[in-house]
């Protein structure tokens, strides 16, 4: 081991807006302490990259390439949904990782990813206690669930969020002026198979200056086809229409989802269609209102365009942090936000532990959730407003957003073996 | 009829996100004619504020509230899809319409619409030749259709365009990242029932900088199943992924819509549930790709958030020479883009006869689709690149971008009768 070792830096499960800002906040504080950190070596497509000695030589990008990680969504490196097993159940996994970190000279590890990455960050944390070898194992925090524990949010969810809120309102705003004639019923799904965070965003798209009928459905409400029905027609008799905001983790009592609700193909095969039109399909059943649905999916998660400020101000800051903290030797730690005051907002990185983090899910508090079952309370916009303020464009030419796509260059491999995944 | 007369505008069909800032460029216009032009009276929903006599005084609007208009997408009156008949099978109409326009003093019409608009538009004409009833009709295009005839393109058209695009960017970026474990197939569903103008522009994410597999299917080419699984699959083996962009417009052979591919709800109804969602199914049974699917609807027409600053431009100044053409004297028109180079893009207004633009359909040239049917070719680039050009965005506000809600005011009927839509 000479003066500096290499770092390790991987992207995990599903991407976002601003994952790679996170990412250009690893790099670009990694290139300042050059006494301590050698290179960063990104794993290509997540942990997997680690595993088979697929890495990247982040030290061949430009400075300029780095700081366009910033503004660019998705994740630059590749990513993976791919859990490590236990150190008891697949002991080859960490003595491989072992190997690739021992050939390549790394002692850092950057996992950016949410909870089950945090669980796999967890353990490589432990290599050096049970396996004996020396690697301090940092987590950034990362997902558009907002389901992490200790943070105040999660980088990926404040650009989702935005998203959701200013879309809804667009087109609340649509359906409004073609209701006479035409469409009454706008609905929209979102993301969020477990919990209801980005669909309690939609409810943001009415406020003080824009009277909009909002109903959401919450995975967190069992959903009752009367009680609902009921809500969309008084809306659609008060205001001559209503939006729909539906999560995707929307249930049946019997815990069916929405979208599973028997929908089949020409074969008779059963297909997840989307709650959207299931939705949509039932309110002109059992109304006769004309409907409109959109269905955002991978929109929501990439629209780097329209990502929120703070978001990626954490985002970034969260990657410096990770950093900060390995370079004055911490393992086993996630950095996170903490929320010291709503209003002005203001935050500060603090950290947590990562074996208080690891197969912690954050479920929604219910208090944000209004006691009718479709609607947000005020301490859920006070939670939520933050997240999604400000605005941070990309910069563009002939229309498009400039996207920076890496050269990604291979390092040369070192081990003869190969590793199957 | 004193020194001046007023005049009635009115939105059309479905809105766009930059039809109010053809009111703007109307009302502002119009306010600076005073000798000319008394009040602006909107239609509240289209014509059918004008046949009930349900009109709004813009009067009571203020400056601020007018010029916010040009940045707030959706129809600020309402719009309705309403198609006067012709003026022999149903007079009344004609003949009520005369009746409002003389109670209140109008002598100036401004519709702003699509293809069925410049119909309406281009019978209210005529009123003064076979009616007897002085009044000027100006036709002002809109529709995200792209479909007018004469002009060079349609307001609305272009930031639709670009929200594809750059939609179809994001998400491609997306799967990418995605590709190693998870998704390889993403697929967009846009709007274009008859054509595939929108479509196209889903073909602009691809470019020199941004090498990704985008496979288009547009209306006006017959879906071949084999083919298009072919292609999808010589894309994922070369790229790992492979976007998709579908018209809602896509059709089998027999010339069913893709989105009418039998599927079924629990109750055995016929469902119309997206393309989307129809051509992902495909995929994952014939080749076993993991895919998501996005229905983006409504969401591409409002997202004022990203609208093209050509568009707008456009729309407002298309607004503004309505008015200009009117207090000229002109009757029976519509003023128009006119392209003059492609690059540097510059245009100007020019003006067609409505009896030219009424039921007249622009197709999409084929030369505008690559020989194989699924991409777009240099001069459909050449074509679209301006359209999405420059960015143009509204303010905002706790994150949430700030849209004006008119107070629309009526004004006092003056008719003793009803007239029933």
Redesign the interface.
């Known amino acids: 081991m000479g003066a500096s070792s290499n770092a390790f830096y991987a992207?995990s499960g599903?991407?976002t807006?601003v994952i790679n800002a996170s990412a250009c906040g690893v790099l670009e504080t990694a290139r300042q302490h050059p006494a301590k950190i050698g290179k960063v070596f990104a794993g290509r497509?997540?942990i997997?990259g680690a595993l088979t000695e697929d890495l990247i030589d982040t030290s061949a990008e430009s400075d300029a390439a780095i700081a366009a990680l910033r503004h660019?969504?998705?994740?630059?490196f590749?990513?993976?949904?791919?859990k490590l097993k236990g150190l008891k159940e697949n002991k080859a996994q960490y003595e491989r990782l072992i190997d690739v970190f021992r050939a390549h000279d790394i002692r850092y590890f950057f996992y950016n990813g949410g909870g089950d990455s945090a669980d796999t960050c967890h353990k490589v944390s432990q290599l050096s206690d049970h396996m004996g070898f020396p690697i301090q194992a940092i987590h950034i925090p990362k997902t558009v669930d907002n389901d992490l524990p200790i943070t105040d949010t999660c980088p990926g969810f404040g650009s989702v969020a935005?998203y959701i809120?200013?879309?809804t309102?667009?087109?609340s705003?649509?359906?409004?002026?073609?209701?006479?004639?035409?469409t009454k019923v706008?609905v929209?799904e979102v993301m969020g198979r477990h919990a209801g965070w980005i669909a309690a965003a939609g409810g943001?798209?009415s406020?003080a200056?824009?009277d909009i009928p909002v109903v959401i459905l919450f995975p967190e409400v069992e959903f009752n086809q009367e009680r609902f029905l009921a809500r969309v027609k008084a809306n659609v008799e008060k205001y001559d229409y209503c939006s729909v905001v539906v999560s995707e983790g929307a249930r049946w009592p019997d815990g069916k989802f929405l979208a599973e609700?028997?929908?089949?193909?020409?074969f008779g095969?059963a297909?997840l269609?989307?709650a959207?039109?299931?939705v949509a399909?039932m309110i002109k059943?059992a109304l006769g209102y004309k409907y409109?649905?959109?269905?955002?999916?991978?929109?929501q998660?990439?629209?780097?365009?329209?990502a929120?400020k703070?978001d990626v101000e954490q985002a970034y800051a969260l990657g410096k942090a990770a950093v900060e903290m390995a370079v004055a030797g911490e393992n086993a730690i996630m950095p996170t936000i903490v929320r010291t005051s709503d209003e002005p907002y203001t935050w500060e990185i603090g950290k947590a532990a990562l074996d208080e983090v690891a197969n912690v899910e954050k479920k929604m508090p219910v208090e944000f959730i209004s006691e009718d079952g479709y609607g947000i309370t005020d301490s859920c916009r006070r939670y939520l407003?933050?997240?999604?303020?400000?605005?941070d464009?990309p910069p563009?030419e002939?229309?498009?957003?400039?996207?920076v796509?890496l050269k990604n260059k291979a390092v040369e491999k070192k081990l003869k073996t190969k590793f199957k995944i």
Not at 385 to 391: K, N
Request: aromatic residues 10%.
């Open positions: 992207q599903g991407v807006a497509d997540g997997i660019t969504p998705s994740g630059a590749g990513s993976c949904r791919y935005k809120a200013i879309s309102r667009e087109a705003y649509d359906v409004r002026s073609m209701s006479r004639t035409s706008f929209i943001l798209a406020d200056n824009n609700q028997g929908t089949r193909d020409a095969h297909q269609g989307g959207a039109p299931v399909n059943d409109h649905w959109a269905v955002a999916d991978y929109l998660r990439s629209a780097r365009h329209i929120s703070t407003s933050p997240l999604i303020s400000g605005e464009y563009y002939n229309g498009l957003p400039v996207y796509t």
